[in-house]
């Protein structure tokens, strides 16, 4: 897998004391396990020199790219406008904070050749505090119950293949994004694998995840999300050439 092109989608709101630290985290990576990368900043109308930081990073290394938002899109607007410009085959979203380490999720990079979907949950959850922990669990037994997704964890770094999101369409620029296309996506019957990463510590500025409109925005997400639940038709068929279309192939070909 490492021959094919990843694209590292990393949105960044007001990330000056963390950006050029997570961007060098990714450029380090890609360069110690020999993979064909690019990194995509998404600078999402950003107020302090995040934007400035990004551009600088992009000069000194050409697998940067900056996109420059006017005003702040949400990280799922973000990651969803780097897919759409990108011709990569694999795609994963890592925040500008700096919480995520690359080698953390791209070392799972052999498992798409089996999968579609690699998925990410927290072993190490002693990083965060009892009350984002205690938040996660109530969010991920509601989607579960709600959905009947059962996953460990549904907003960290997610690796996909790009292929799986043709006929997708992502209605939730804000946090609920990362559940909402694990939903559509496995409801769809793309084959995924769950696998542990450990998160690190912010070295500065603080989590806009768990803010109120934060908050507010996965609450609405979440009730549109049960409505096309609701009124959607048949899934597709798996896209052609994904790891999901391969192992029904082998299986169709075992069975005659």
Not at 9 to 32: H, K, S, W
Not at 122 to 142: C, G, M, Q, T, W
Not at 228 to 246: F, H
Request: charged share 20%; aromatic share 8%; hydrophobic share 40%.
């Amino acid at each position: 897998m490492n021959s094919c092109m990843v694209t590292v989608v990393m949105p960044a709101l007001n990330e000056a004391g963390n950006i050029v630290r997570a961007t060098e985290n990714v450029l380090d990576e890609f360069t110690r396990a020999g993979i064909n990368g690019q990194l995509y900043v998404i600078n999402d109308g950003s107020s302090d020199t995040t934007g400035a930081l990004a551009e600088q990073m992009a000069r000194r290394d050409k697998r940067v790219q900056v996109i420059h938002h006017p005003s702040p899109c949400g990280i799922g607007g973000s990651f969803w406008d780097g897919v759409q410009r990108t011709n990569g085959e694999i795609v994963v979203m890592l925040p500008g904070d700096g919480e995520n380490d690359a080698a953390e999720i791209l070392r799972y990079l052999p498992l798409l050749e089996q999968v579609d979907i690699v998925v990410p949950f927290v072993f190490n959850r002693a990083v965060r505090s009892p009350a984002r922990r205690l938040l996660s669990i109530a969010y991920r037994e509601i989607i579960k119950a709600t959905f009947g997704l059962s996953l460990n964890y549904m907003n960290g770094t997610v690796m996909y293949r790009r292929s799986i999101f043709e006929g997708i369409q992502l209605q939730n620029p804000g946090f609920f994004y990362q559940s909402e296309l694990l939903i559509k996506c496995i409801r769809r019957g793309y084959l995924y694998a769950e696998v542990p990463y450990a998160l690190s510590r912010r070295s500065g500025g603080d989590s806009k995840a768990t803010t109120f409109a934060s908050l507010r925005k996965i609450m609405r997400g979440y009730l549109g999300m049960i409505r096309e639940v609701l009124t959607e038709g048949p899934p597709p068929p798996v896209v052609a050439n994904s790891a999901t279309d391969r192992r029904l192939k082998e299986l169709n070909d075992a069975a005659l």
